[in-house]
């Protein structure tokens, strides 16, 4: 379970207090960090990459960084995605079992820069060549005016279609909603095949439909409430009917594993992904040739195109035993060289400017695909509740899908949720 906002004033000065005293349980040694000249010890990296594809890769980047200081262990630990957040929070409350570095969902950054948990970066060796780092990617790092993570990687989401089936259909990559109820209309004709699969199991895929309608989760400038109002009502009308009208098909549980296995297998035309999806979809049988894998922008609603911005970042625990080694191994996995290896294998999208030029980069279709969606991208609320904004779109998302509430009860108890998480939030 998520933890509300009304335990963050003590959490924090946990937090605080842990940090003053190292409280990692890494195994860290920080006794040739300093002084010493040469970096030693053990980085614990907690990954939250997609196990069978990018951690993989991931994996042997990370304990590369030993080719540069030998007497540095890196200790690599793959973390469920779902789980780290809550994870992280626990391990650095109790002061037991944090890893030195995370790979922080963009949203984490400020709620765990809130609590305490994470070391400022600006002055350290983390944040070298910061100005060659996206405006978009970086913004996420900063909290009450500091860094306190290094971007990773950046992304953004669109849909992703079977060549093969929209040829055998006859249809053409659809630009609106009403389009997309269309084609997927044809192909099930044509193919028997179904149109979309929806991810109802996850908020983040509501995302692209909310911005669609020109709604949004909150207006944080405002301090004011959003989700409820007619965008959002109307976001949940547009999901809610891909699904009645068999335009797509759902599932209230197992969404990634059930949505990849679909597509990858031909069971339906369409998924709404990222880039992190790439390498994990070029695995399936349908896509042993890559080329008929298609990625257009997600459909466009009635106020036009939007998707969101997500993306990771690396960011040091405080309580780190190890912290100049952790600095340097952050400032490692996101250098110009570690970037480009990883967009090559990954086709995940770079935070540095100057690593889109890079050959490898520049000529790779599915980086250059996502990079203009990426700079349109909605850009999600910087605040520390910015994670916890999830879990009630989540519970409703799915209920509205599921037809066990309407759009407008389901827009109402979200909103109801962020009034009672959000202060003094109108």
């Known amino acids: 379970m998520r933890r509300g906002i009304a335990a963050t004033a003590l959490v924090a000065a946990l937090g605080v207090t842990l940090a003053a005293c190292g409280g990692s349980d890494s195994g860290s040694n920080g006794g040739g960090s300093k002084g010493s000249g040469e970096l030693s010890g053990t980085v614990t990296w907690w990954d939250t990459?997609?196990?069978?594809?990018?951690?993989?890769v991931f994996k042997k980047i990370a304990e590369d960084f030993t080719k540069k200081h030998p007497k540095v262990t890196v200790k690599y630990v793959n973390v469920p995605f779902g789980e780290a957040q809550n994870k992280?929070?626990?391990?650095?409350?109790?002061?037991?079992?944090?890893?030195?570095?995370?790979?922080?969902?963009?949203?984490?950054?400020?709620?765990?820069?809130?609590?305490?948990?994470?070391?400022?970066?600006?002055?350290?060796?983390?944040?070298?060549?910061?100005?060659?780092?996206?405006?978009?990617?970086a913004a996420s790092t900063k909290y009450n005016g500091k860094t306190y993570a290094v971007p990773q990687v950046i992304d953004s989401m669109g849909i992703f279609y079977n060549k093969k089936i929209f040829k055998e259909a006859g249809v053409e990559v659809p630009k609106s909603i009403a389009e997309l109820k269309t084609v997927s209309a044809t192909i099930k004709e044509k193919t028997g095949k179904t149109g979309l699969y929806l991810r109802g199991d996850d908020p983040y895929w509501f995302l692209s439909f909310l911005y669609g309608e020109g709604g949004d989760l909150v207006d944080a400038e405002k301090k004011t409430v959003?989700?409820?109002?007619?965008?959002?009502?109307?976001?949940?009308?547009?999901?809610?009917?891909?699904?009645?009208?068999?335009?797509?098909?759902?599932?209230?549980?197992?969404?990634?594993?059930?949505?990849?296995?679909?597509?990858?297998?031909?069971?339906?035309?369409?998924?709404?992904?990222?880039?992190?999806?790439?390498?994990?979809?070029?695995?399936?049988?349908?896509?042993?040739?890559?080329?008929?894998?298609?990625?257009?922008?997600?459909?466009?609603?009635?106020?036009?195109?939007?998707?969101?911005?997500?993306?990771?970042?690396?960011?040091?625990?405080?309580?780190?035993?190890?912290?100049?080694?952790?600095?340097?191994?952050?400032?490692?996995?996101?250098?110009?060289?570690?970037?480009?290896?990883?967009?090559?294998?990954?086709?995940?999208?770079?935070?540095?400017?100057?690593?889109?030029?890079?050959?490898?980069?520049?000529?790779?279709?599915?980086?250059?695909?996502f990079k203009p969606v990426v700079e349109k991208s909605v850009e999600r609320p910087w605040i520390p509740e910015g994670g916890s904004l999830f879990e009630p779109v989540k519970v409703e998302y799915t209920k509205v899908l599921t037809g066990q509430t309407t759009p407008e009860a389901g827009a109402k108890a979200i909103g109801e949720s962020y009034r009672k998480l959000l202060k003094d939030w109108k």
């Not at 009502?233 to 990849?260: C, E, F, P, R, Y």
Request: zero cysteines; hydrophobic letters at 40%.
């Open 49 to 56: 990459s997609t196990v069978g594809s990018e951690d993989k």
């Open 88 to 137: 992280f929070k626990n391990a650095a409350q109790s002061g037991s079992g944090a890893p030195d570095v995370i790979r922080s969902e963009v949203a984490w950054t400020p709620e765990f820069a809130d609590l305490g948990y994470l070391a400022p970066l600006d002055g350290t060796t983390a944040l070298k060549n910061a100005d060659d780092f996206l405006d978009q990617a």
């Open 226 to 369: 959003t989700i409820d109002g007619e965008p959002g009502v109307k976001a949940l009308k547009v999901v809610k009917d891909l699904v009645d009208s068999k335009t797509a098909i759902t599932d209230a549980t197992n969404g990634w594993d059930n949505m990849q296995a679909a597509f990858k297998d031909g069971k339906v035309a369409m998924m709404i992904n990222g880039p992190w999806a790439v390498a994990d979809t070029y695995a399936g049988k349908e896509f042993a040739d890559k080329a008929n894998l298609g990625i257009a922008p997600v459909p466009a609603g009635t106020g036009g195109q939007g998707a969101p911005q997500g993306g990771h970042n690396l960011a040091v625990y405080a309580g780190s035993k190890n912290l100049d080694a952790s600095y340097a191994f952050a400032e490692y996995m996101t250098s110009v060289e570690t970037q480009t290896a990883i967009a090559k294998e990954l086709s995940l999208l770079p935070t540095r400017e100057s690593v889109y030029i890079k050959p490898d980069v520049a000529t790779n279709e599915m980086i250059a695909f």
